[in-house]
């Protein structure tokens, strides 16, 4: 496990964005996993300004994100979809075909999470996955207790997040929401994992994620036995490493 801590939020920003960048120059047709959140947003915006200035070949590249969310408009501008779409994926011109997304909307949802693995197999598999780090060391949507050797499946949500995405969204009451995520055992699959974190408000879970037991208890403890991992944090989320 390689640890790298940023002295500055944007050093965080520009080091996350050139991992992602770089992959993309080194292997044009690699297949990257991204994550949505607060933590993605600034290196996403860079990865398209960097590409706004200095375009380069992105015809082969696959995109896809870790998780989306079900039962819910793909428009909602809190899905997965639209998100990555609007914040990466759109600016790069990722051609459709290789910007890899399960629906939001389905009647069979263990079929979509196999579609999802098989198109991402048929590629070759991921080669890099950029994974945000829960509050309670959530990656994905694969919560506390889910099992280590659990594959793409529907998860519940946490229900703060929840709460949340129901006052955002005009989604009946009676309607499940949940999150279709990559399974802990696809992701460990990845041939290479950055974990990446930033902000005081992480510190914690940081620590005990990398230093602590690895244990379902904290899914993101896994990452300290994948063989090529990095964990990229800023000085805050680092502070106590
Ligand atoms: C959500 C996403 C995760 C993401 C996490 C961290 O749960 N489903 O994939 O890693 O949020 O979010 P933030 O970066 O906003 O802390």
Same mark, same amino acid.
């Given at each position: 496990m390689k640890i790298t801590i940023c002295k500055s939020e944007h050093e965080f920003n520009v080091t996350a964005a050139w991992r992602i960048i770089a992959q993309m120059l080194e292997k044009p047709d690699a297949v990257i996993g991204l994550s949505t959140g607060q933590t993605t947003i600034d290196m996403h915006a860079i990865v398209s300004d960097v590409y706004r200035q200095y375009p /380069?070949?992105?015809?082969?590249? +696959?995109? /896809?994100?870790?998780?989306?969310l079900t039962n819910l408009p793909r428009a909602y501008a809190g899905s997965c979809y639209t998100m990555i779409l609007n914040q990466i994926a759109g600016p790069l011109g990722i051609p459709p075909e290789n910007f890899i997304m399960p629906p939001t909307?389905?009647?069979?949802?263990?079929?979509?999470?196999?579609? /999802? *693995?098989q198109q991402l197999t048929e590629r070759g598999g991921a080669d890099l996955q950029m994974l945000g780090l829960g509050m309670?060391?959530?990656?994905?949507?694969?919560?506390?207790? +889910?099992? /280590?050797?659990?594959?793409t499946w529907v998860s519940p949500m946490d229900p703060d997040f929840e709460a949340r995405v129901r006052r955002e969204t005009q989604v009946?009451?009676? +309607?499940?929401?949940?999150?279709? +995520?990559r399974?802990?055992?696809?992701?460990?699959?990845t041939r290479k994992?950055?974990?990446?974190?930033?902000?005081?408000?992480?510190?914690?879970?940081? *620590?005990?994620?990398i230093l602590g037991p690895v244990t379902t208890d904290i899914p993101a403890s896994i990452?300290?036995?994948?063989?090529n991992c990095e964990i990229l944090l800023d000085a805050d989320a680092g502070a106590l490493i």
């Open positions: /380069f070949d992105v015809s082969r590249i +696959t995109l /896809f994100n870790v998780d989306e909307m389905s009647n069979d949802f263990e079929r979509e999470a196999r579609l /999802f *693995e309670n060391g959530h990656i994905g949507i694969n919560q506390p207790g +889910t099992p /280590f050797e659990s594959e009946p009451a009676e +309607t499940i929401l949940g999150g279709l +995520t399974g802990i055992k696809n992701i460990m699959h994992l950055i974990l990446i974190a930033k902000g005081p408000r992480k510190a914690e879970m940081v *620590e005990k994620a990452v300290q036995m994948h063989p």
